[in-house]
């Protein structure tokens, strides 16, 4: 008997601020932090924490420029952080197909 595919899940992403903001930057070369913000709807000290966890385990990029006086914050995904990304929507489709139907 095989383990069910949940155990493969990446418990760095599996949170679901980590999971919207990692879908939302594998979908652009980067992003910035306040559009990021908007589009997943939380607030800064919330997006920070979660970025925090994410650039620690290697899977997002953080980069700090300056437009005049106002600081801008880029995110990206690391070639680490794509392929996690994909594998743990490769592992969540295998739960979904091999659900049996009821």
Do not use: Q
Request: charged share 30%.
């Amino acid at each position: 008997m095989t383990a069910h595919p949940r155990h493969e899940l990446d418990e760095i992403i599996h949170a679901p601020v980590r999971l919207s903001i990692v879908a939302a930057l594998a979908a652009a070369d980067k992003a910035d932090f306040r559009f990021l913000r908007d589009t997943i709807e939380v607030s800064d000290s919330l997006l920070s924490k979660h970025i925090l966890t994410l650039e620690e385990a290697g899977y997002v990029r953080v980069e700090k420029t300056f437009v005049g006086k106002r600081a801008r914050t880029w995110l990206s995904l690391t070639d680490r952080g794509r392929t996690a990304f994909d594998t743990y929507m490769d592992v969540l489709r295998r739960i979904v197909e091999a659900t049996p139907r009821a």
